[in-house]
């Protein structure tokens, strides 16, 4: 796959529109949607795709979404800053960025996608600008989960209430992060339940805090483990991060990007009176954990459901 911050000079692609926040079910349906004979996948989205969200949390890094975007089969990847061309009209837009210089053959969004400068265009222009062009129009209807339509503000808010089934199934995988792992305390060391600790960037969706079941991958090897997402109310942090105790593990991943995935959420976070109630706690929902992650390990990790 090809990424441009640039937009470039194309001839005969097929291409979606979006956000793609998360790139979930409905994101994927507008770009499978985004094919022709002897077209190439092409998706248009914005490398600061906040920006056009209101400043919604995001769901993922932009790394991540190249990742994913791949995976569904784009050759090209257009991400230009959203200034780029936050003042061009509907049409100018249409006729000067999809028509011309992308060469656009094919075009597919979703039903609720707006376009141009004050989002002035429609779903509804966009088939009225292919139509008068003769350009093949795909508008995707919504998809459903549990009898309502799948979005990206939906799934951020399952994750801020820990339903992370929930938001899985409206992904199509697991939620999952991938940060670099920083120094603690290290007090997992001394009660034998040594954990990585990763900060969430800014702007980035944190779930609710609490105790989740989790995998976590490494050097393609995937592990059951526990992630307490908060202020680690017994020893105390300044900030909220995610701390994960990867059983069976040894070794030093710090600097290192560590993906882990949410299973689901066992519990609220808690002070405890004492170390050893908090070691305690930890062996019990890493037990608890191991148990709802054992029959994703048993079929060797399955990555696809850990978002990789």
């Known amino acids: ?35 022709g004979e002897g077209c190439e996948r092409t998706v248009f989205t914005f490398a600061d795709g906040n920006a056009v969200k209101n400043a919604a949390p995001r769901l993922m890094t932009f790394e991540e979404k190249c990742r994913l975007l791949e995976r569904q089969g784009t050759v090209h990847l257009i991400a230009p800053p959203f200034e780029a061309v936050r003042t061009y009209e509907p049409q100018r837009f249409f006729h000067e960025v999809l028509r011309g210089t992308l060469g656009a053959e094919v075009i597919a969004c979703g039903e609720n996608y707006r376009f141009g400068k004050n989002a002035a265009g429609t779903a509804d222009t966009m088939r009225h600008l292919c139509e008068r062009d003769g ?27 820990g339903c992370v089934e929930q938001a899985g199934d409206m992904l199509g995988r697991r939620f999952s992060y991938e940060f670099e792992v920083v120094h603690g305390r290290e007090l997992g060391r001394t009660l034998g339940t040594p954990t990585i600790n990763q900060f969430f960037p800014e702007g980035f969706l944190m779930p609710r805090r609490g105790v989740y079941a989790s995998m976590t991958e490494w050097e393609g090897r995937i592990y059951g483990s526990v992630t307490n997402i908060g202020v680690k109310p017994t020893v105390g942090s300044p900030v909220p991060l995610s701390e994960t105790w990867i059983a069976g593990f040894s070794g030093d991943l710090y600097g290192q990007r560590v993906r882990v995935s949410l299973i689901s959420f066992l519990r609220e976070e808690r002070r405890f009176a004492s170390l050893e109630e908090l070691k305690q706690a930890i062996l019990h929902d890493e037990a608890a954990a191991r148990r709802l ?15 990789t």
Not at 293 to 307: C, M
């Open 1 to 35: 796959m090809k990424l441009y911050h640039e937009i470039p000079n194309l001839t005969h692609t097929a291409v979606a529109l979006g956000c793609f926040d998360g790139v979930h079910l409905g994101h994927q349906a507008v770009i499978q949607a985004a094919q």
């Open 135 to 161: 350009i093949i129009c795909h508008i995707v209807p919504p998809v459903m989960v549990d009898g309502r339509v799948i979005s990206s503000s939906r799934i951020r808010q399952a994750l801020a209430d």
């Open 293 to 307: 992650a054992a029959p994703y390990i048993a079929e060797g990790g399955a990555r696809d459901d850990i978002g």
